[in-house]
């Protein structure tokens, strides 16, 4: 399942939020009049993903509750727009598939409203991983239910490991290090880890990975910017990957233009031994018919820097609720339980998760599903369901999703991409990632 990022630019969002509020000048009696027209009706929008899945999941719906759902959907390149003109034009819509990246713009811009009142949803908090309920909130207030989750790995060729005479994977960054030289010295792999590092959607969750795993976070509690703090901040990562890049040449100097998909073909045809890829892609490397070392790649936990940890960075999608719909009583009750349908169980059972997961591998966000014996037997024809487990419990929510993300990003990729090219020093790299931010943050308020 792809992990694009459309850019939240922050002129965009100014010129679509002040559209939508002359179109809320309209007033409440525009609200009541599209609900009335709506009926019991629930206007349901998503991707174009699992469509069999989703009508067949939605029909059942229908039977059990006898509420209507009016169900469409569009190509996740065209989504994102096709949804905001919807919101603006004030279309009928209910609920809708959301991603994290996209949850302070929409939620500000009055598009989606939070779902915390309704009890029937927020009792799976408690089953649900920490970092999806994080994905989910925004400023207090919880939107939604998960639909899809997934999470940075760390990979490795345990047939080429053994041919350099390592019996286990690294557990720290400088046992990264240590293993990449030998297994280099060995001449199995010139450059035994891959780094996609090219400035796309993908990168922001590279560098997550590599920060939070260091020990670092780009801001704080209070979303001001300690990127550029050597001790609390993301230098500690990028200087390891500028060694690794240039002291220890265990990392292609090309690497900053390799996308995720470049290296998880390079991955998959035996050029590396170790590679940082969405956990996903498991199935993909461990597949003969699509890659070369099927059978031999498996997962570790996230390598830890000096004073870090194995945490890693976590993604999601949710289920979420339409300013429109929350508007009128009728219309959010039944959203609401469609809500639960998908998010969380149906009939007792959490199924759709277990449906996207058994029939595209789509990973899941609620806690029970690892105890589920068909779930169990997928996972482990294609990795160990214990470390993809134990992985997860530790993944976070990346801490600088905010309408102002798209335009800060730009420039901290570039940031990085600038210290690997030693076109400045780490520190120097940070802390014109640090300003942008600082700059961003005070413009938006």
Not at 221 to 233: L, T, V
Request: proline content about 3%.
């Amino acid at each position: 399942m792809s992990n694009q990022f459309k850019n939240l630019n922050r002129r965009d969002f100014l010129k679509k939020t002040a559209a939508a509020g002359a179109l809320g000048a309209l007033g409440a009696n525009g609200l009541i009049t599209q609900a009335m027209a709506a009926g019991d009706t629930v206007h349901f929008m998503a991707w174009s993903a699992a469509v069999d899945l989703v009508k067949s999941h939605v029909a059942e719906f229908q039977k059990v509750t006898g509420i209507n759902v009016n169900y469409s959907n569009a190509p996740w390149a065209q989504y994102r727009d096709n949804l905001i003109t919807k919101f603006v034009g004030n279309a009928p819509i209910d609920m809708m598939w959301v991603s994290d990246a996209w949850l302070p713009e929409w939620a500000e811009a009055g598009w989606i409203k939070p779902v915390d009142k309704f009890d029937n949803l927020m009792k799976y908090n408690a089953e649900a991983e920490k970092f999806c309920n994080d994905s989910m909130t925004y400023k207090g207030s919880q939107y939604g239910l998960t639909y899809y989750t997934d999470f940075m790995a760390f990979l490795y060729d345990d047939e080429a490991l053994k041919k350099a005479g390592i019996s286990n994977p690294p557990k720290s960054w400088d046992e990264v290090t240590e293993q990449c030289l030998k297994i280099k010295n060995a001449g199995i792999a010139e450059y035994p880890l891959m780094l996609a590092l090219a400035q796309e959607s993908w990168l922001i969750e590279f560098l997550a990975a590599m920060t939070y795993s260091h020990g670092g976070n780009f801001t704080d509690d209070k979303g001001n910017s300690i990127m550029q703090d050597p001790k609390e901040g993301a230098v500690r990562a990028l200087q390891w990957v500028v060694d690794a890049v240039h002291k220890h040449k265990i990392v292609s100097p090309a690497s900053v233009e390799i996308g995720e998909l470049t290296g998880l073909k390079a991955f998959a045809s035996g050029n590396h031994a170790f590679a940082l890829e969405p956990k996903y892609r498991m199935r993909t490397l461990n597949d003969p018919k699509q890659s070369k070392i099927a059978g031999r790649v498996k997962q570790a936990l996230m390598p830890m820097g000096m004073d870090g940890s194995h945490a890693t960075v976590g993604w999601m999608r949710f289920h979420g609720m339409s300013a429109s719909a929350a508007a009128d009583k009728t219309r959010a009750e039944n959203t609401a339980r469609l809500i639960e349908w998908f998010g969380g169980k149906a009939n007792g059972e959490y199924k759709f998760q277990k449906y996207l997961f058994t029939d595209i591998g789509a990973g899941f966000g609620v806690k029970p599903l690892f105890n589920d014996a068909d779930v169990q037997n997928a996972y482990n024809s294609y990795a160990d369901v214990n470390i993809i487990k134990e992985q997860q419990a530790l993944a976070r929510k990346k801490d600088v999703v905010t309408p102002w993300f798209g335009e800060w990003n730009e420039v901290h990729g570039s940031s990085w991409q600038a210290a690997i090219l030693q076109k400045a020093t780490p520190a120097e790299a940070m802390a014109k990632a640090g300003k942008k931010w600082d700059e961003l943050k005070k413009e938006m308020g």
